[in-house]
């Protein structure tokens, strides 16, 4: 079973359940469940003002990571569970190698086996990035299923 453990919660609009419920839920139409029983999430809601909503970051191997720390910036109930629906979609494709890290070169990725740059992206390139077009297509998805679930 996928553990997930929850801090900040002071900072969320929604219950630790309805979070937990949720996440279980995503994670159920992104993978199998035998990819999302190995995961380890640490999500953490907070009051501070990034320049995005929410991150995902890989806690153990760049290769194909099973433990992944969630950050989600303190905003309206819904736009958390978007937020969140979001960086799962990032969970799944760090997860299943489709996406990672090149540690050689900070400001580089790789998306389905093709190097990306990242540097200098401005708004515009970042939402043009093929990860990022996925996860802002699935979070609108997952976030509907839930509701109509």
């Not at 553990?3 to 992104?30: C, P, Q, V």
């Not at 905003?75 to 937020?83: A, G, K």
């Not at 540690?103 to 515009?124: C, F, H, N, Y």
């Not at 077009?133 to 679930?149: D, N, P, Q, S």
């Amino acid at each position: 079973m996928v553990k997930i453990y929850i801090k900040g919660i002071k900072h969320s609009n929604l219950s630790r359940s309805e979070i937990k419920e949720a996440t279980n839920f995503f994670l159920s139409k992104l993978m199998s469940k035998r990819l999302s029983n190995t995961l380890t999430l640490f999500i953490k809601f907070n009051d501070k003002k990034y320049g995005y909503s929410g991150l995902c970051t890989w806690l153990d191997d760049p290769i194909r990571p099973k433990e992944f720390e969630i950050n989600i910036r303190n905003d309206p109930e819904d736009e958390q569970l978007s937020t969140l629906a979001h960086e799962m979609v990032h969970v799944k494709q760090y997860a299943k190698g489709e996406l990672r890290d090149l540690l050689s070169k900070p400001d580089m990725l790789v998306w389905k086996g093709a190097r990306r740059s990242t540097i200098e992206t401005s708004s515009q390139e970042y939402l043009d990035f093929p990860w990022e077009k996925e996860a802002f297509g699935l979070e609108k998805e997952l976030v509907l299923a839930l509701m109509t679930a």
